[in-house]
């Protein structure tokens, strides 16, 4: 049969154990750290759009006074008192034109604002962003939905219809010419107040367990791993093991008659640790077996 393991082997077996259970928590922790920090950062990019938006929305439209190449939608148009033209853009053609720049640009953020039922063909939902709406659309609630997706991650806010925007979303009879002129008296109309119209969908490189695990792996924490080897390994080295090994020596010694061994502890009624109640209990044997020697000496 095998030799059993000492207390030195087991006790790292257990530091081990314990160490890699650690480890398992902390990388869930981590797991969730990254889930909040990539979901913060949609929500402040979610948040700046709205703001853009709610911004075009409370001055009517922005007017520009030149359509750069890429962007030739607007919405109005009046003279500028010398030749030349100003061109409006509403809110949602602003923002989609703001979108366009920032997905060129940004190194990392892109955004969208999308619907289920688009005007724009630049604004059609990939499969993420319709599953979002009809998730919004069935749980009224709900304030976002999120998912990874190979490495990026994809978040999603509802857009609701409010009063002013059933001038160009409600009955095609109310809408401005220029609007049924563009697109039609067939897309996104119908809608009522408190409707979702759609969403705002921000896209961000999700943070990879190879940018993750080095913060396990960096010297300070390998450093404090060691060290807490270090100092179980000290005090069950110091604390128990080489008291046990001279309780063991002594306890030898009386055995073998030598009964002038001093045993060296603290008596229980000031020490609370076990092995001091072990040296006491064999320290009873000792006196015990003094007894009875000098009894039996005394027969003779
Ligand atoms: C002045 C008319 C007008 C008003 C008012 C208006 N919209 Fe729009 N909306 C449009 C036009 C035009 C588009 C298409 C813009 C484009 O070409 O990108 C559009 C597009 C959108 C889109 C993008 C999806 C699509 O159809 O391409 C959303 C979402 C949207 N609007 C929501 C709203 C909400 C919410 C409000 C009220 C807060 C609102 N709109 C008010 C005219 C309007």
Redesign the pocket.
């Known amino acids: 049969m095998a030799r059993k393991t000492s207390i030195q082997t087991k006790y790292s077996i257990i530091f081990f154990t314990t160490l890699v259970l650690v480890i398992g928590a902390f990388v869930a922790g981590l797991g969730t750290l990254r889930n909040e920090v990539l979901r913060n950062e949609a929500e402040a990019i979610a948040d700046q759009v709205i703001s853009f938006?709610a911004w075009v929305?409370g001055s009517g439209?922005v007017w520009v006074h030149k359509l750069v190449p890429g962007f030739p939608?607007f919405?109005a148009k009046t003279e500028d008192g010398h030749g030349g033209f100003f061109y409006g853009k509403?809110?949602?053609?602003a923002?989609?034109e703001l979108s366009v720049i920032a997905n060129k640009t940004s190194k990392r953020a892109t955004f969208l604002?999308?619907?289920d039922?688009?005007?724009?063909a630049?604004?059609k939902p990939d499969a993420f962003e319709l599953q979002a709406i009809r998730t919004f659309k069935s749980n009224r609630g709900l304030k976002f939905t999120e998912t990874y997706e190979e490495g990026i991650y994809r978040y999603a806010r509802p857009?609701?219809?409010?009063k002013?925007?059933?001038?160009?979303?409600g009955d095609p009879e109310d809408?401005?010419p220029a609007?049924i002129q563009?697109?039609g008296d067939k897309?996104?109309f119908g809608y009522k107040v408190g409707d979702i119209?759609?969403?705002v969908s921000v896209k961000i490189p999700s943070i990879g367990w190879q940018k993750l695990l080095p913060i396990l792996t960096n010297p300070i924490v390998i450093a404090l791993v060691v060290l807490a080897f270090a100092i179980n390994f000290l005090f069950t080295q110091r604390f128990i093991i080489r008291r046990l090994t001279r309780l063991t020596e002594d306890a030898n010694a009386i055995a073998r008659g030598k009964l002038s061994t001093t045993l060296d502890y603290t008596p229980p009624d000031r020490s609370n640790d076990e092995i001091d109640h072990a040296y006491h209990a064999v320290n009873l044997l000792k006196k015990s077996l003094i007894i009875v020697l000098k009894r039996s000496r005394g027969k003779k």
Do not use: E, W
Request: contains cysteine; glycine residues 4%.
């Open positions: 938006r929305a439209m939608d919405l509403n809110p949602a053609l923002t989609r604002v999308t619907s039922d688009y005007r724009q630049a604004n857009i609701f219809v409010k002013g925007c059933l001038k160009c979303h809408a401005p609007v563009k697109y897309k996104a119209r759609g969403i």
